[in-house]
């Protein structure tokens, strides 16, 4: 079992800035990645970013050049820094764990970007 905590959100002027944190405990030996994604009102949950065991990372057509995914093993933390943020970036940003079989989940942070 894998238990996620994620921190950091909040509102932000467009073109600011905001840094997620992602404090993961419990089981850790089954996840081949950590991401972040988000789910804005109205729409499908979406992959924001995400960093693999071996520290591969991907991002979103729509964060690249903005968003960076990093983590720190030895606080079992991942981060995502949100730069440049825009309004259409307002949503609630969930961590995951992600298995072969599932993904594990946080219960999300919200983040406002007011224009």
């Known amino acids: 079992q894998v238990q996620l905590v994620e921190s950091g959100g909040g509102l932000v002027q467009a073109g600011g800035s905001l840094r997620l944190s992602c404090a993961r405990s419990?089981?850790?030996?089954?996840?081949?990645?950590m991401g972040w994604y988000r789910q804005a009102p109205g729409k499908q949950r979406e992959l924001v970013a995400a960093?693999?065991?071996?520290?591969?990372?991907n991002y979103a057509d729509s964060v690249k050049g903005r968003f960076t995914i990093s983590r720190d093993n030895a606080k079992d933390t991942v981060y995502l820094q949100m730069n440049s943020l825009k309004p259409e970036d307002t949503a609630v940003y969930y961590c995951?764990?992600?298995?072969?079989?599932?993904?594990?989940w946080g219960k999300g942070t919200l983040v406002t970007v007011s224009s």
């Open positions: 419990g089981s850790i030996f089954s996840i081949n990645a």
């Open positions: 995951a764990a992600m298995t072969l079989n599932m993904n594990y």
């Open positions: 960093i693999t065991r071996s520290g591969s990372t």
